[in-house]
């Protein structure tokens, strides 16, 4: 909860900080440009903070991306597929994806980091190969398709008729309220916490360790080929080498920054949309408070590694009161226990 | 050289040290003579490990001096004790066993020439050291290739290359075979003729018995009584150890004995596949699993429990056969497992009381795989009560526990479950004298209620005192078999060294 507050308080300053150099921020259309961009983020984010919180890691996630958005405007447009098929064939092969990752990590006991670093060059060239290398897009059609990602929906009562809301960011909070029902109200929430912060006490507990880590992989991958769907139909134009590079670390940066350990069994949902949102209005300041653009990576790495460093504080303060309070306890405490 | 007043080379005057959740000593004072072998025993958790982490450098005390040819000296630092002669040999042995003979003894202060080490010299110049010791090997030997025993001799030897006065051995045979514990007692013996000091940490009082001068003794954290060479005898030590009667702290009740609960037949598991076993518990019957470290006791509870698998064979719980390939099954038929380690196995340590509690029976409580809070809180409640855990409330993090009550965690994720079987591995390990009654408790409770119990201890007074039945393994087989009246010390030690006793008794 704290740590939501934390990066919570980080957004507002951000935002207001930003608001203030150029009111421009707050205009409807910086605000829905910027909102649908989170929300395209943070899908990739919460698919990669279950990997995550297993204490796996996940670096394929941005050529997924790549490979998804190209195999739609290929299947579409070259292949003359229908949009069901098309989108069926691109859930199966994310899906597929994340089965081998899994079977890989758990069966074949591969690192995560190894595995899906293999990943990120098999599909990029998948992508690449399968285009021929040749940029893609869909023009002036699939109109109804794209509106998943550039449509809007009007809010009444709730926003000024200015302002729509972007649908990718409905399917965030779709998505996000699933993930989060999920961590925390289901015995498998609880489980892969538990086995991310260690998997032999939760092998001796009688958990399907291997079954719920390929699990984990399988949301991310899927996470990721959604999101791949959406970032094509939001671009248009699409590169096969180029479309979702870097994502992957973008997604893990949003998950850190949320709050999710690399250690494994910590992280909210709440907190690395949050995280997410972070990033992207830090990107938006940089462009247009007219910060010169090379900065770019310079500035998100610093505003990353200050997160980081304060959460870290601020954890070590909490551990020191917290065994002060209960060697108190111990002290205070009757009975047989010598203290 | 030494002090004149008292001749001690080293004294250690009240000595405290606190760690979250228990005070590991109090005011613990100590001398060491030159030349002489000072045993110092006690329980576990007694604080001989702390002690000696803290002569060491290894942890500094709270409070209290240490004084070295009657002169202050103060160890800060490993280093600091390697450099006034005092070098602590581990239990688990600290060699890196890529590197050879000759690189392990020099670590850390290899002799050089312009920055590139000089080999030859380091090979050189382990030679003499590894003569003294016995040990044949050529210092270009990889430490892989040698034995545990021999590993130890380099360690010896390490020591020995940095000039220790005082060589700190704990727990050195805790893994050796009998012969290299016999070559170990040999160099130990020819250390103290060439005047070095050796602080020999043991629970295995004959050894104690057959090497020390002197025996000094520590029971919860605070010194209990010492022993001089004449006085040495196993009644006294243990007297002194336990502080108290025997019998007392060990209540045997005799139970009604149920069906048999666990049955285990011509098991061979894969760290033993040359012996096959066989073994039951009666319902409502606590059976001590004895023997010497690495006899195959923890191997055999982890294939029943299905960490391992096991070659072949059939483990039934109430007579019928269960198939087990993931401790999930053995679970689900009704078997529990308080493991040997308690930290890494036992316990999600950065999670809360209430969620360790829980983590076997959330599968049970579900709501269509929704967590069942309320039950959830309830079962964590009862737990908390009926095993008297001591903690500010279901939410604080096990980590911050003191070993007794984050055993009682594990105890309780079983109760939770209403197990048939129990396996224990070691259940009072490392946890104070207070709490380790209570889990004896516990084990009766269980044990009235109809549970078979099955515990694996490495140390005899449990296994006497709290068996109703006696298993001892030797090699990975099982021994023998001792009833309660059978039960000795002896008898469990000869069955435990190899000699085969007799057939297994029936239940009801």
């Given at each position: 909860?704290?740590k939501?507050?934390g ?7 951000v935002?207001?900080l930003t ?10 259309y910086?605000?829905?440009?910027t ?5 395209l ?6 698919g ?11 670096l394929s996630i941005g ?6 958005g ?5 299947l579409l447009?070259q ?7 098309a989108l069926?064939?691109i859930?199966f092969?994310?899906l597929?994806?994340?089965i081998c990752?899994?079977l ?5 006991k591969?690192?995560p980091f190894?595995v899906?670093?293999?990943?990120l060059?098999?599909y990029r ?5 399968i285009t021929?290398?040749?940029s893609?897009?869909f ?9 998943l ?8 009562f709730l926003f ?8 990718p960011f409905v ?10 029902v ?10 892969l ?12 507990s ?12 399988v949301i ?5 080929g959604i ?12 590169q ?11 997604a893990i940066a949003?998950a850190v920054?949320g ?6 069994g910590?992280?909210?949902i709440?907190?690395?949309i ?8 830090l990107?938006?300041?940089i462009n247009?408070l007219?910060?010169p ?6 500035i998100i ?8 460093v ?11 009161r917290r065994?002060a ?11 047989d226990?010598f203290? | 050289?030494?002090d004149a007043?008292?001749g001690?080379l080293?004294e250690v ?5 606190r760690?979250?959740g228990?005070l ?6 100590l001398?060491?003579?030159p030349g002489e072998v000072?045993?110092v025993i ?7 490990s702390?002690l ?29 004790a390697?450099g006034l002669g005092?070098?602590l040999?581990?239990?688990?042995l600290?060699l890196?066993d ?18 590139w ?7 050189e110049?382990s030679r003499?050291?590894?003569d003294?010791?016995g ?7 990889l430490?892989?290739?040698l034995?545990?025993?021999q ?15 005082i060589?700190?051995?704990d727990?050195?045979?805790?893994s050796?075979s009998?012969h290299e ?5 040999a ?17 295995r009082l004959?050894?104690v018995k057959?090497?020390?001068d002197?025996v000094?003794v520590l029971?919860?954290?605070a010194?209990a009584?010492?022993l001089?060479?004449?006085e040495i ?26 069906e048999?609960?666990l049955?285990v037949?011509d098991?061979?598991?894969?760290a ?5 076993i066989n073994l ?10 004895a023997?010497l470290?690495?006899?195959g006791?923890t191997e055999?509870?982890r294939?029943v ?6 070659l072949e064979?059939e483990?039934?719980?109430a ?7 993931h401790?999930r099954?053995?679970i689900?038929?009704g078997?529990?497992l308080v493991p040997?380690d ?11 009381v209430r969620?360790?509690l829980?983590l076997?029976?959330?599968r049970r ?9 309320a039950e959830e809180n ?6 908390i009560?009926?095993?008297n855990?001591k903690?500010?409330g ?5 980590q911050?526990?003191s070993?007794g009550?984050q055993q ?6 079983w109760?939770?479950?209403?197990p048939k079987?129990?396996?224990l591995?070691?259940?009072t390990?490392g946890?104070?004298?207070?709490a380790?009654?209570e ?5 009766e ?5 109809g ?16 068996s ?21 010390e002896?008898a469990?030690?000869?069955l435990?060294t190899?000699?085969i006793h ?7």
């Open positions: 909860m704290k939501i507050l990066i919570g308080g980080l957004l507002v300053f935002c207001t608001a203030i150099l150029n009111p421009d921020f707050v205009s409807a910086n605000l829905q440009n909102i649908r961009w989170t929300a983020f943070g899908i990739i984010s919460v990669v903070s279950f990997v995550i919180i297993t204490g796996g890691i996940d050529s997924v991306v790549g490979l998804v190209s195999m739609l405007a290929w447009t292949k003359g597929w229908s949009i069901p098929s069926g064939a859930l092969v994310s597929l994806i994340g990752h899994g890989l990590i758990t069966k074949l591969l690192q190894v899906t670093l293999c990943g060059l098999l060239g998948a992508a690449r190969y021929d290398d040749q893609l897009g023009g002036n059609s699939y109109e109804e398709l794209r509106k990602a550039v449509g809007k929906i009007q809010i009444p000024p008729e200015s302002f729509s809301l972007p649908i399917i965030l909070l779709v998505l996000g309220i699933t993930a989060a999920f961590l925390n109200r289901t015995i498998y929430g609880r489980y916490f538990a086995l991310g912060r260690n998997e032999t006490a939760a092998r001796y009688g958990i399907n360790t291997d079954f719920m880590k390929i699990l984990a992989y991310c991958s899927l996470s990721a999101g791949g769907v959406l970032f094509a139909l939001d671009v248009n134009s699409i096969p080498s180029g479309l979702g590079e870097f994502y992957e670390l973008y949003a920054l709050g999710c350990s690399l250690r494994g910590e992280g909210t709440t907190g690395v949050i995280g997410a949102a972070v990033l992207r209005v990107y938006n300041a247009i007219r910060i653009t090379h900065l770019e990576f310079a790495g610093a505003v990353i590694l200050a997160g980081v304060t959460d870290e504080l601020v954890k070590r303060f909490a551990v020191k065994a309070r209960q060697r108190a306890l111990e002290r205070s405490g009757a009975g226990h203290v | 050289m030494a007043s008292d001690s080293l005057r009240e000595l405290t040290k760690f979250p228990v590991a000593l109090r005011g613990v004072s001398r060491i003579l000072l045993a006690g329980e576990n958790g007694a604080g001989k702390t000696m982490k803290i002569l060491a450098g290894v942890q500094k005390a709270d409070s209290g001096e240490i004084l070295l040819n009657g002169k202050a000296a103060e160890i800060a630092s490993v280093r600091d390697i005092i070098v040999i581990h239990q688990e600290n890196s890529n590197l050879d003979i000759g690189a392990n003894i020099f670590l850390g202060r290899e002799p050089s020439r312009f920055g080490m000089d080999k030859r010299r380091i090979h110049a003499p050291v590894l003294r010791i040990l044949r090997h050529s210092p270009g030997t430490v892989s290739q034995s545990i025993g590993q130890q001799m380099v360690e010896i030897a390490k020591a020995l290359s940095s000039d220790a006065r060589l700190i051995m727990e050195p045979t805790s050796l009998h514990a016999a070559q170990l007692f160099v130990v013996r020819q250390l103290r003729s060439n005047g070095v000091s050796i602080v020999y940490i043991s629970h004959g050894e057959e090497l020390a002197r000094v029971r919860d954290g010194n009584g010492e001089g060479r004449e005898s196993h009644d006294q030590m243990v007297k002194l150890m336990v502080g108290r009667d025997v019998s007392q702290f060990y209540q045997h009740v005799p139970r009604p004995k149920g048999v609960a049955e037949r098991l061979r598991t894969s033993n596949p040359s012996h096959s039951h518990v009666c319902g409502g019957e606590i059976v001590g699993l023997g470290v690495g006899a006791r055999l509870l294939s429990f299905a960490i391992d698998p096991f064979g483990i039934r719980v007579g019928k056969r269960i198939d087990v390939s401790p099954d053995a689900h038929a078997i529990g040997e308690r930290k890494e196995q036992g316990l999600v340590l950065e999670m809360a969620e360790n829980s076997p029976s959330l409580d579900q709501k269509n795989g929704f967590l069942n809070r309830r079962v964590t409640t009862q737990m009560r009926d095993l855990i903690t500010p279901p939410e604080q993090v096990v911050y526990l070993g009550n009682k965690v594990v105890l309780g994720k109760l939770a479950m209403n079987v129990l396996l591995d070691e259940p390990r946890i104070d004298v207070g380790k009654r889990i004896y408790r516990l084990m409770q269980l044990a009235e209620t549970v078979a119990v099955l515990f694996v201890s490495s140390e005899m007074e449990e296994i006497l005192g709290m109703d039945r006696a298993l001892v393994m030797h090699e990975g087989r099982i021994t023998g078999e001792l009833s309660r009246g059978e039960l000795s002896e469990v030690m000869h435990a190899g000699r007799k057939n297994q008794e029936a239940c009801a």
